[in-house]
């Protein structure tokens, strides 16, 4: 099992970046699958961004593609989202999860964080 924490979060205008954090404890990080996902108010939880246990393989839905980065830091036990040009419809509770194999579903994910709240004003 893989407990995970993130960060991050906050106001921003559109056009802006801010760079989420999931700092994960548990010895199985190393070897999971990371994704993030995220809710916004009245929506089902979507994908975000999915990246391999190596960070060699990774995978991003069409919404933010070219704008989100995944990223993870093995070492120091960190997955990270990178997101540039936010839009007011990136306005979510972020979270992110660890499974043991790469996936877009968030089914296939056995482990979550509480969420970090990303809200981008117009």
């Known amino acids: 099992q893989v407990q995970l924490v993130e960060s991050g979060g906050g106001l921003v205008q559109a056009g802006g970046s801010l760079r989420l954090s999931c700092a994960a404890s548990g010895r199985t990080f190393t070897t999971s699958a990371m994704g993030w996902f995220r809710q916004a108010p009245g929506k089902e939880r979507e994908f975000v961004a999915r990246?391999?246990?190596?960070?060699?393989?990774?995978f991003y839905a069409d919404s933010v593609k070219g704008r989100f980065t995944i990223s993870r830091d093995n070492a120091k036990n960190t997955v990270y989202l990178q997101m540039n040009s936010l839009k007011p419809e990136d306005t979510a509770v972020y979270y992110c999860a660890a499974g043991e194999l790469p996936s877009t579903k968030h089914a296939n994910f056995g482990s979550w964080g509480q969420g970090t709240q990303v809200t981008v004003s117009s």
């Open positions: 990246i391999s246990w190596n960070g060699y393989n990774t």
